[in-house]
Every structure is written in structure tokens, then in C-alpha cells.
DNA sequence: AATGAATGAGAGTTCATTCAT
DNA sequence: TATGAATGAACTCTCATTCAT
């Protein structure tokens, strides 16, 4: 990663908001570049295409993820249920602060039926979270029953994660962040 | 060029067919008219605008859940139980059945920021179904227990309609759907 | 003329108003139907087209002109300076009353480029318009001077009445009018 | 598909041309760009809309009328009547030459109903014109009396150009003129 | 005559993308 | 790299007009 990593990791940064809150198809590259300073062409000397920048900011989000949240089920010196603990904080704290909900989740509403990179790496992001919490969970339910239990976890997160952005409400995704927690409690 | 009549009920069909597999901003007005034989322009003659048009799809879903599933919870000579599978049975069975998933929940993503009528009639929507839910449950676990055990089942029932559109996968919203017909017996 | 000009006059005389206020090209033949509480196919039974219709409103004017103001000049027992302030009181009082001005002098400036039957019919008011008034000047100031005049006069009228329609203020029009009726005194 | 430079002068130009022979409405995007061998879309680089494009061309000629006519009601060295006769002769030969007319009348009746930036531009324009000939004016009829001869002057003259839309005679604008320049003389 | 559904062309506008400078 | 002019296709929407009922 070169020095002028800051710049296109700022587009980056400002893509991922734009498009979480107000939709892929609702962000042009005109919008893109506006917020990051620069004027529309310049934008393509960093990616290709918008396509590519989408991809890019799915990349990005699906790394943060990784690091801070799926490494979780790896760490080592951590009960099953302190590591399902941390790792259930970190979803809540961050989809508490994320304006605009999960941006992998809003596109598969959106974009996953003709982009098939996109839905590649969709899948991908929700394999791995759903790897980390079967690795929690597995010892104490077994293989079938811990992966069960992740992809029930996963579908709730992302429901709740949904109904936030109609209602102000968050007291649903507590509640179900709660529970989860005491999965192996 | 024979002029067929359309009916306003098979443009509101076609159109919802597509707004969810393609998404709202997917699918233009072309789109809509070639999929029930018009041209672009004639489909002005039966609504005023696109807006229009999608706020209608979204009404006429609305009234069908209305009819046929959220009506359930009133039905008499049923125990809650009872209601509550039928219920959820209802709800299985559409979404297993409507390709696309939700509208109303992919709106959410796609396009309640901007647009306020169209968060209304979603609004509108899942207060309806958080309603119904709540009238099944609140004999056996009063208001406000049966008021988030609602919310949590209508959050999770989106989230897995969401996660079959990247995976092909039903059973955990089967699961799902066994753990709520069980809430009652 | 048939029995139902009452209809076809109250056509045109509701799409008269709209052309003088909205313009003919800002008004639609649904704006003409709806003002008459016609639906806009049913127009056409009675026009056969936009420009048919426009025609046939130039031509109501013209004629009312013809019966009400430039047959002031072939009147008998009235002196010529009778017959212009008689005349002049006339057209003054049209303009201040009709909203939008004039028809004839609005579609100079808007569509006798294109539309050649409108040029005609648009010259052939104004023709009548300057043949009056030369008639009523001719007495005393010889064919040539009264043409020239009359010319004059036509040109100032609808300059005040274009100025009239971007100020509110009648005082120009007025005093231009207070000019023309002293000629003859 | 070369990529040629056009400058927004030109495009104005050719916009004002347009506007004037064919009117605002007769007019369309695609027309302008065509003229300056541009593609439609392109011209929504240089102008964001064919309202601001439009007042752009009523800004332009506002500006010219402002340094080569209007200017000369202040030049030094003159007196009452060199002024008016060389702002009349600047006038007349403007718009002798000028095919379609004063584009700014021309809107009056075309778009200053909906349209209250362009009605704004237009009253401007024509209250710099009258203030212009009330300054020559007023040193030999007083303020209230050389308004009132400005006001008819600039009616007499729109009139005029109107009337030479239609016919192809010039001898009562020529007339009008002289008249005007003898009014100091 | 009146209706209202349909037409087809064209309007203004937006947008992802390209490319000479 | 950054810029900004240009592209061309797509989009929403409007309109004069036609025609079966």
C-alpha cells in the first residue's frame, strides 16, 4: 500500500457512508467525489469503475470486520462466553454508531442479483461471521447446533439492523444482542 | 398496433414482481410497461408517476397481509395457539414463495430516506403486522412482553427473508418459524 | 353554424384564456379539456387538432374586433374625432380588461414562425385593425399620413400592452391612449 | 468522436439565436447543442438547466444593452439630444439587425407567468433602459415627465420590433425613431 | 359526441465513463 | 494525478393524437 493510501482510503471511507445512507444506485460518482474534494473524473484514476469502488468498500468494511470483530473467536485466553460477549459487543456498539445500517446487508436488497462480484463478496463476509460464531459456539452445541445457532444469530442481527432504520427504536437489537449473550452463560 | 387494455391490478403485479427482484431504482418505468405490454409513456395514463406507482405496490401488499395474514389474529373460535401457527404458516409460505422477498423491507433500504410517503405506507406496514403479532400473544405474555416478542419475530422474519436472497438456503427461517409456533404450546 | 356552438364557443373561449395567460405552447389540449370539463380526447370531435383549435381562437377574436371595434370606422352620423375616441375607448378598455393581453400580438412572438396559417390569420387582424384606422384618419390627414399613423398607433398599443403584462402599471397605455383620441381634436 | 471545446459564450450565443427565432419553448436542449456541435447531455456541463441557461442569455444581452446603449446616457461631452440620438441610432441598429426581435420583450409574453427569475432578469433590464433615457431626458422635462416619455418611448419601440416580426416593414420603427431623436432637438 | 386507454415521439435531466490537457 | 469538457445511453415524464367502445 503506497503513501497515498490516506486518499483512497478516505474515498473509500466517504463511498461506504454515501452509500449506506443513501443507497448504491441513490450515490452517483458526481456525489462520491463532491465529498471527498475532488471533481468527478478524478475519481477513476483510484478505481475503475463505480462497480469497483463498491467492491473496494466492500472489501473494507469486510476487513474491519475481520480484524475487530470475527478475530474475536480466535483469541486466545477467552471462554467460549467471554469471547461471545466481546464479540456480540462489538456488533452492537458498531451498528449502534453506523449510520445507515450494514452496508453488505442493504446490498443484497439492492445490488446482489446482477453484480455477481458483489454477491461474491457478500458471501464471503457473511461466511466468515458466520465461521467466528460457529467457532464460539461450537463447543458447547456441537457442529450442526453452533452453526445453526450463528446463521439464526446473523439473520436476527441483520433484522434488527433493518428495523432501526424505520423505527428510531433500538431497544429490539439490545434485546436480541442480550440473549445472544447468554448463549453460553 | 392494437391497443389492449391493462389493467391497473396486472401493472401493479408486474411492477411488484420486479421492483423485488430488480429493486425500485432497478426496474424503470420501461421496464414496467414491456412486462405488461405497454409502451413507457401509457403507464402515465394509469399513474401519475413512478413514485405513484410504487406507493401502490406497496398499498396492495399491504392489504393482502392485511386480508389473509394479519387478519388471522382475529379470527374467533381459535386459541392463540392455533392463531399463531396459522399465522406464521401464512407468513412461511409467502416468503418461501414470493421471489424477491419483502418490498416493503427492501424499501427500507432502498428508499425510506428520501422518500416519506413511501416510509409512511411501510411504517404503516409493519405496524399492522406488530399489531396483529401482539394481539396473539398479549393473553399469555402481557403488553409489553408480547409487544417486543412481536418486534423480535418480525425483525428476525426479515432477517432471514434477507439471508435467502444470498444463499438459497430455507431452514433457518424454517427454524425460525418452528421456534415462534412453538411460543404458544 | 349548428346547434351546439355553445359548446364548441365555450371551447374557445376557455382555451382563448389559457393561451393568453399560460402561452399556446404552455398550454396542453388536456389543460384546454379540463378547463372545459371535457377529457382530452374529446376535444378533438370538435377541433382536429392544437392548431386547428388555436386558428379558430384567433379567428373568435378577430371577429369580435371586427364586430365591436374596427366597424366603429364605417359607423354613420359620427364625426372622425368622434369615431376614434370611440374607437380608442374601445381597445382600451379590452386590454385593461383581458387578462393575458393580446392573443394575436402574444402569437406573433411565439409561434408564426412556424405555423404559416397563424401568420395569416394574425395579419390579417392587424390588417383590419390599420385599415379601420386609416379609414378614420384619412379625412384629415391623407392616405399615406393616416396609414402611417395608424401603424404607429397599432405598434404602441401592443408595446404598452406587453409592458403592461411585466408591470402592473395602465398609466403608458392610458396616456398613449389620451394622445391618440386628441388627434383628430 | 473528437472531443471539441466550446466555449459558454458560444453556446450562449447560439442559445440567444434560438430563443429569439424559435422562442424559449420552440426550443429545445437538444437544438442548442446541436447548434454548437454539442450532444445534449453535455450542455448540463456548462448550464444545470435550460431555465439557468436561459437566464444566462437574458444576463448576457442585459450586459450588453448595458455598456454599449444604456452607458451612453452617461458619457461625458455630450449633450441632451447627441445622447439621445446616438442611443436611439445604437437602438435602431441593433435591432435592424437583430433577427427575432429583443429576446428580452419576447420572454414577457412567453415565460414571465411561471417563471420569476426570468421575470425578475426582464424588469431589470427594462428599468436600467428607462432609467437610461429618463437620465437624458430629465435635465428638459423634469423627472415625473421624462419617466413618462421613457416609458412610452420603450413601449413604442417594443411595439415595433413586434410588429416587424410580422411584417417585413421597417418605415414606422424608422419613423418612431426619428421622432425620438428630435424630442431634444 | 363522449370516453379513456394506448401510442410514439420528444422533452429535460442524470450519470458512468472517457480522454486531452 | 488532477482537471473539466465531452460522450451516449438511460431515465422520468409530457404531449398531441388515435381509436375501440
Redesign the pocket.
Known sequence: M?I?KT?REQIIKDAIYLFKVRGY?????????QSC?????????????????GLECLKYIHEYFALTVFSIAHLPNLSGSEKLIRFTDEVESYFLESEGGCLLGNLILQASGDMPEFKAEIESYFNDWEAALTAILIASFGKAQATQTAREIIASTQGCIMMMRLYERTATFKNMNNKVRQLLA
Do not use: R
Open positions: 503506497p497515498i486518499s444506485f441513490g450515490t452517483s460518482m458526481s456525489d462520491v467525489a474534494g475532488l471533481i468527478k473524473g478524478s475519481l477513476y484514476h483510484h478505481f475503475g469503475s463505480k462497480e469497483a469502488l
